[in-house]
């Protein structure tokens, strides 16, 4: 099979060589049952790749699993894993096969490879070594045929270095690595996605697709594309919602591109601050992502107006007493109300000012903020992920992607 109709197969989408080597790799090793792992950033598409090499190996008619190590607690992802028997553990009230046994002959794709507890990693490199497994509980030996394909966004080498993944299990694993690039890394396949999300989405509404106007597709290509294909996805749907306008200009593109970040920070500061954020953190669907920008830029709109009451109330003489009350006051001068025209930038007042800047400011650096809450956690807790990100209430999955994307020394 040619590699384009592996793409049209798939949905695949791109012609850079880096992604044509990763898909070539692909399909050289689906046919044979070593075990592959699968290296790239979030929302790159390791999981299609992971589809991939099972619908092309010989176990394509027998299940595929997929199993996130990363949001599975750590107490019971051996006994989902490998199953567990009767009165094993509390709460154990029936015993229960784990996946190695019902994927017998198929193939378990395990997401976030490098979030395993060690010893589960013990228990996964006996059945990669011999295809033996023994569940939770039991003392019978069992055997199993299943093909491990692992995927990971973190740096293997280094957690081993660390000690938290057992070096003999990465050597086995990484038998054959796929590298999948970032969207930053193929940038001449961002116009081909966009197009591709934006008629997609097209056709699923009978609309007329979006198209970008030369700055604006400029613009797009530029973009750091921290969430990568995912995020390109979720952008091409937010304009494809909300703009009114079938040509989008670089304007309208701007909108759209940095208020994402933000969106985000807004999401984990209402987890951490422990108030009701809708639902779970660790993905952000297109609707949830267009009410926090919605409610962002009405707070950046209320702000920029707060500060503009503020200045025009300043120059007609009268001043907040408290910036953060905004209830304004007239200011006397000799029990006469002192209207400002001889208003100098070196009276008290200015720095009044200046706070309530500060106040525009802050709802701008959520970011920060969101930085300096996740660093507190993660001092708390010794650098323990998992438990930091039980605190922030995200999941363990976002808390990784944000340690990257502050670039936060641990
Ligand atoms: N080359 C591509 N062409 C079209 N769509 C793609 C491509 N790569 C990825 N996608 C789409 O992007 C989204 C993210 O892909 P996927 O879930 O496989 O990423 P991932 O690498 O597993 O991310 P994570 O590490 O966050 O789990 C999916 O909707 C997928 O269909
Ligand atoms: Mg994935």
Known sequence: MDIQSIKNRFGIIGNSPALNHALNTAVQVANTDLSVLIVGESGVGKEVFSMIIHALSP?????FIAVNCGAIPEGTIDSELFGHEKGSFTGAVDSRKGYFETVNGGTIFLDEIGEMPLGTQARLLRVL?????IRVGSSKVQKTDVRVIAATNRDLLEYTQQGDFRQDLYYRLSTVPIRVPALRDRKEDVPLLFRKFAADFAERYKTQSVQLDPAAQQMLINYYWQGNVRELKNIA?????????????????QRFLPARNTSRSLALITAATGLSAPGPTSDFNTERDILY???????????????MIFDVAHHQGYTPVDPSSNALVPVYNDGELHSNNGYSPNTPILLETNDHHEDVEETLFL???????ITKALKKHKSRRRDAATELGISERTLYRKIKEYDIKE
């Open 367 to 373: 970011a920060d903020r969101e930085k300096e809450i």
């Open 129 to 133: 070594e011999t295809g033996e497994f």
């Open 293 to 307: 920008k919605l409610f962002f830029d009405l707070k950046k709109d209320m702000n920029d107006l707060k500060q």
């Open 59 to 63: 176990r394509k008619h027998n299940p």
């Open 237 to 253: 749907e937010q304009i494809s919602v909300l703009s009114t306008d079938k040509m989008i200009t670089a304007e309208t593109l």
